[in-house]
């Protein structure tokens, strides 16, 4: 789609991809980091769990290399990404859990890491019901199960 129809094309064939997935409950959609550039995309992936996965553009060359990334067919690809991901940034920051991941992580320990990182973070932030239960049972209302 980026080679014949450019990137925006690329960008509304995934938001409708989006719109079509957003609203299932308990999955997981990957993104590419692009995804986050629409106010609209970043509205629906906040309906669920947003993780960052925190990756040193270095560690990214490395990883992609040998693929055909549209964005970084530049003279100075590592500069390009650099120069997207601080764009970027800010929306990434507002993830509810971020996961560095570093060159020694393979794909099975990243996803222990985020694995981990979402228990601690469903731990630490319970839902409201949970917390009002805790309260009235500590206030003696032990009539709440």
């Known amino acids: 789609i980026f080679e014949t129809e450019g990137e925006a094309a690329f960008r509304e064939a995934e938001a409708q991809v989006l719109d079509s ?3 299932h409950v308990r ?10 550039c629409r106010l609209a995309n970043w509205s629906k992936l906040q309906t669920g769990l947003v993780v960052y996965l925190k990756v040193d553009p270095e560690v990214i060359m490395k990883r992609i290399e040998g693929t055909d990334r549209p964005l970084l067919q530049t003279d ?9 991901n601080e764009e970027r940034k800010e929306r990434y920051e507002q993830a509810d859990v971020t996961v560095e991941v570093d060159e020694t992580m393979d794909i099975q320990m990243a996803a222990d890491a985020v694995i981990r990182a979402l228990h601690d973070f469903i731990d630490n932030n319970p839902p409201a019901w949970k917390m ?3 309260k009235a049972q500590a206030d003696g209302l032990d009539w709440v199960n």
């Open 21 to 23: 997935v957003h609203a």
């Open 27 to 36: 999955c997981v959609i990957s993104t590419g980091g692009g995804l986050v």
């Open 76 to 84: 100075n690809p590592l500069e390009t990404l650099k120069k997207l």
């Open 132 to 134: 009002a239960k805790a």
